[in-house]
Structures are given as structure tokens and as C-alpha cells.
T-cell receptor, first 116, second 110 residues
Framework: ETGVTQTPRHLVMGMTNKKSLKCEQH?????MYWYKQSAKKPLELMFV???????ENNSVPSRFSPECPNSSHLFLHLHTLQPEDSALYLC???????????????FGQGTRLTVV | QKEVEQDPGPLSVPEGAIVSLNCTYS??????FMWYRQYSRKGPELLMY????GNKEDGRFTAQVDKSSKYISLFIRDSQPSDSATYLC??????????FGTGTRLTIIP
């Protein structure tokens, strides 16, 4: 295991539901990330948190709402999603914000989300 | 034009063959080049990391970067069935963002 745990592993939700994805890292890292992985598309960076502060929102629709209560936990709150939001959502962490020479991101196993 | 281009495959080769995986990119500001391996139902994990141009070898794996051609490669020698996975290239300019390719799905046939 990488030290980054995501729950649930699978989630099926209707377009009117509200659900949350959870990520927890046990590595003592200070930066956490949400990525979206769709078939035959590159990983898309959604949000970045450094030292609990959001430092990047990559033009993500407001139906996705992140929360980072502390450096070890990251949530992604979902509401009124669309079928095209179905994808694998990956959480990652790095010891410090990605910068010169610090290039290893540790990923969780992902949450496979299906919106029906 | 995408910043990073990677053939999604799938690519199937017999066990023991040499595998060549490639990415091209358009942004000359990229300085750090990585290969991540992603097994089915798992998250990506860092496999190789190279700074600027040159080669790096780690066991059966060799990463090459040619900045003049904006082209990076990953070679796998003596490929094993356990190498079957999706391989993603990733690049960074020195800020907080990793830019990924689509990933190439590789199957090693016993």
C-alpha cells in the first residue's frame, strides 16, 4: 500500500444525490491533490491543497466541492453530478508542494464513481 | 494541441521482448520527466524520474529524455507478465503541476 487510503472504492449515485469521497494519508505529507481519470484521457488535476490551504482550483464545476480539515484528510463533496462525471477519482499526496526536485506523488487506489 | 501526447495502445508483446513506450510534448519548459505505472484497480506509482536530457537505468527499466526532439521513452528489457499495466508519462516545469499523458496499456503475453 502507498500510505494513501481512499473510501469508498466504488460509488454509484443518482444525479440528485449528495455524496462525499474521503482520502487519508499516513505519510506526514503537507500537500494533497484530487485528480480525475477518465478512459483514454490524461489525469486531470482538479484541486491542490498545501498545508490545508487550497492553492489551485483547475476550473472545476461547483458541483465538486473539496474540503481539507487537516493535512492528513481530504474530502470531495459531490452534488447534482452529471453522467459525464463518471470516472476514477484519485487522491494523491506529496511531502511538500511539488517543486524542483520533489516529484514523487503517492496516489490512493481511487474511487470508481458512476453517475446514473 | 495537447501538451503531452501518448499512444493509449493497447500494446501486447510476448514475454522476454523489449518494450518501448514513448511520449512527445510541446512545451519546452518541461524539465522533470517521470514514468508512473498503474496496475488494474490501483493508483499510479512512480517508476522512474529523470531531470532534463539523458538516460537513467534502474534494473530492467531505462528512461530516456531527448529535449531537442521533445521526446521521452521508457524501455523495459526482458519483459515479464508482472509488467502488464498502464504506463503514464508525466512532466513538470518546476511548479506544482504534473502534466500527464493518457497512459499506454501494456500486456505481456506469457
Amino acid at each position: 500500500e502507498t500510505g494513501v487510503t481512499q473510501t469508498p472504492r466504488h460509488l454509484v449515485m443518482g444525479m440528485t444525490n449528495k455524496k462525499s469521497l474521503k482520502c487519508e494519508q499516513h505519510l506526514g505529507h503537507n500537500a494533497m491533490y484530487w485528480y480525475k481519470q477518465s478512459a483514454k484521457k490524461p489525469l486531470e488535476l482538479m484541486f491542490v491543497y498545501n498545508f490545508k490551504e487550497q492553492t489551485e482550483n483547475n476550473s472545476v464545476p461547483s458541483r465538486f466541492s473539496p474540503e481539507c480539515p487537516n493535512s492528513s484528510h481530504l474530502f470531495l463533496h459531490l452534488h447534482t453530478l452529471q453522467p459525464e462525471d463518471s470516472a476514477l477519482y484519485l487522491c494523491a499526496s506529496t511531502s511538500n508542494p511539488l517543486r524542483d526536485g520533489n516529484t514523487e506523488a503517492f496516489f490512493g487506489q481511487g474511487t470508481r464513481l458512476t453517475v446514473v | 494541441q495537447k501538451e503531452v501526447e501518448q499512444d493509449p495502445g493497447p500494446l501486447s508483446v510476448p514475454e522476454g521482448a523489449i518494450v518501448s513506450l514513448n511520449c512527445t510534448y510541446s512545451n519546452s519548459a518541461f524539465q522533470y520527466f517521470m514514468w508512473y505505472r498503474q496496475y488494474s484497480r490501483k493508483g499510479p506509482e512512480l517508476l522512474m524520474y529523470t531531470y532534463s536530457s539523458g538516460n537513467k537505468e534502474d534494473g530492467r527499466f531505462t528512461a530516456q529524455v531527448d529535449k531537442s526532439s521533445k521526446y521521452i521513452s521508457l524501455f523495459i528489457r526482458d519483459s515479464q507478465p508482472s509488467d502488464s499495466a498502464t504506463y503514464l508519462c508525466a512532466m513538470m516545469k518546476g511548479n506544482e503541476k504534473l502534466t500527464f499523458g493518457t497512459g499506454t496499456r501494456l500486456t505481456i503475453i506469457p
